[in-house]
């Protein structure tokens, strides 16, 4: 920031926010939990997905719409400059102070969302891309880093539960996001211009698009089913094009307002402890172990420290595992129980199992950062690797058991299992801060933070990567397996085909394993519950390499301490 900048904004620098004598330091982590009650609406991101994909046809998608595929990778760029923005930022927070970048993080966040309503009314997906993913995912990076080192300097007596309570709301964001967001879709969405019945609209096709005669001319029409009509109460039929509304833009754009006025009187709330401040009466405790060091570590020199990529490597691969998952949850309880329990795991029930798994995660957040400040937080890793390596292991003895015996205790054993495994994927982002703390000091613990949320962006590619690969090969050994059973002359007359032409079928997505099932030998298995088996394994590998991370974690050599003592911010008269 130029010198000019920082003169203008002069009075959100830490040293104008120094706290006087009394403050009640339990007025800043409710400004912490706002922020990331607003940035953690990001993994709310897929109820847009139904609307962008449907923005110019509304009740189903026209030929202009975006697809899918060019829609989801906008939370990826959000991610990814999530972990950016907090790396690169980082000193620039140590340096100007929470309030700054707090109100810098509101501007981001908020016009991203407003630069993105102008992209959707203007049909250009680019202004999306760069409003909520680049400059969205700028805030959040930001957003999240700026109350870490305050919160830790505020509450140097409970530095789990300190960072715990404000990386909390990032997990519960979405939980209050979700019913907000499609609420305000419904309420600005408008029904598009209704034609009339399919079988009553005479339609002609060119070019792939279809085409309707009207009193204005020909113009452009989709045809809705009936499921996709009852989303604005229509009914099936023929629709014209442009002519309604999904409520998308002004839904951004009302977000866009609220984050930023939240967030502006959140970071307005940030104070910073005077110099030498602690609370009353508390003394440091001697720490046997030698795991807390009493030194600072520069944000430049803890980079150059083995300590610093092993907590990358811890929290990389405990991110890896559990977001992969995440990702894919609501899909892998229908695959593994559907079939075996199709009374109880219905469409509902897993509904139900992905927003349990948002209160797992939040829940987690604060339980394991507050368990930390009393075991210590290697040991809380230690759980994490551990008890998280187990539980993995688990879950295809539960889904190779249930297709064999389809009883409750597999489905009741395999939630459970999971929700400690989500419980912990939360645990591990509130764990870390303090863990840095720890081990490199208070001094430039948010900079070393952000730059240790690059193992975050890395973790959200592999982790979906990995899982929907994994899952793929699975699921073409398992066609293999299948087809490599049934009768030949069965597989021809079922499928209008030869076995010989197994992979063209398979891949115009004829022959599923489903269908194969159909016409498999007597007691032949369903290998869908064991779809996730391989990716279970891969995901229990990767806590075990955390896991030696973390044992062979060691105080920071004194070589890398900082010689000069933490400079605190003092009032100006």
């Given amino acids: ?45 897929s109820v847009f997905n139904p609307a962008l994909t449907r923005e110019l046809g509304v009740a189903a998608s026209s030929a202009n719409d975006w697809d899918l595929g060019s ?19 980082g000193k620039w927070l140590e340096e100007v102070g929470p309030r700054m970048v707090g109100v810098v993080a509101a501007f981001l966040w908020g016009g991203g969302f407003i630069i993105g309503s102008l992209g959707i009314s203007t049909h250009q997906l680019w202004l999306i891309y760069l409003g909520y993913g680049v400059l969205g995912g700028c805030g959040l990076g930001l957003g999240y880093v700026s109350p870490v080192s305050t919160l830790i300097r505020w509450f140097p007596d409970r530095r789990g539960m300190a960072t715990g309570m404000a990386i909390m709301g990032f997990g519960g964001g979405a939980m ?93 709330q940030y104070r910073v402890p005077a110099e030498g401040w602690k609370p009353a009466g508390w003394v440091p405790k001697p720490v046997a172990s030698g795991m807390v060091s009493q030194n600072n570590v520069h944000i430049d020199q803890a980079s150059k420290t083995p300590q610093f990529w092993q907590m990358w490597i811890m929290l ?8 992969g998952v995440i990702g894919v949850a609501k899909t892998m309880m229908s695959d593994i129980f559907g079939s075996a329990l199709p009374l109880v795991v219905t469409a509902a029930f897993a509904s139900t199992y992905v927003m349990m798994i948002s209160v797992f995660n939040m829940v987690g957040r604060f339980f394991w950062a507050s368990t930390s400040d009393y075991i210590g937080r290697k040991a809380t890793y230690m759980c994490f690797f551990v008890l998280g390596t187990a539980l993995y292991l688990s879950i295809p003895y539960f889904a190779s058991a249930v297709a064999t015996n389809p009883a409750m205790i597999y489905l009741i054993g395999f939630y459970v ?14 764990t870390i801060p303090a863990y840095l703390a720890d081990m490199f000091g208070t001094m430039h613990v948010g900079g070393i933070h952000g730059r240790l949320l690059t193992a975050w962006s890395t973790a959200g590619v592999l982790g979906p990567l990995a899982i929907t690969s994994l899952r793929q090969m699975s699921v073409d050994r398992a066609i293999g397996d299948l087809a490599s059973r049934v009768d030949a002359a069965a597989f021809a007359e079922k499928f209008g085909a030869p076995l010989a032409q197994l992979d ?31 990716t279970m394994y891969c995901m229990a590998a990767l806590l075990v390499v955390g896991f030696l991370a973390n044992l062979m974690m060691r105080p920071v050599r004194e070589h890398h301490h900082h010689d000069e003592p933490e400079l605190q911010a003092v009032p100006v008269e």
């Fill in 316 to 323: 990389c691969f405990n991110v890896t595992a559990g977001i």
């Fill in 1 to 45: 920031m130029s010198k000019a900048a920082q003169g203008a904004l002069g009075f959100l620098h830490k040293s104008h926010i120094v706290a006087e004598p009394g403050y009640n330091r339990w007025r800043v982590p409710p400004a912490s939990i706002a922020i990331h009650l607003c940035i953690g609406s990001v993994y709310a991101w």
């Fill in 504 to 534: 063209q079928l398979v891949a115009a997505k004829t022959v599923t394993i489903a269908k194969l099932m159909e016409i498999a030998p007597e007691g032949t298995i369903d290998p869908t519950s064991s779809l996730y088996n391989t």
């Fill in 71 to 89: 829609v989801v990778w906008i939370f990826s760029v959000a991610i990814v400059f999530l972990g950016l923005a907090a790396a690169f930022a």
């Fill in 417 to 430: 299992a999971t929700m400690i495994i989500f419980s912990m994927y939360g645990g591990g982002f509130a």
């Fill in 176 to 268: 209050i996001a979700t019913p907000v967001k499609s609420w305000l879709l419904n309420l600005y969405q408008k029904a598009p211009e209704f034609l009339g019945a399919q079988d009553a609209v005479a339609t002609v096709v060119e070019g792939g698009r279809v085409f309707a005669e009207t009193a204005a001319g020909k113009v452009e029409v989709v045809v809705a089913t009936a499921k996709q009509a009852a989303v604005f109460g229509g009914d099936a039929g023929v629709y014209v094009v442009g002519t309604g509304n999904t409520g998308a833009a002004q839904t951004f754009m009302t977000l866009g307002i609220v984050y930023f006025v939240v967030m502006i009187l959140a970071a307005f």
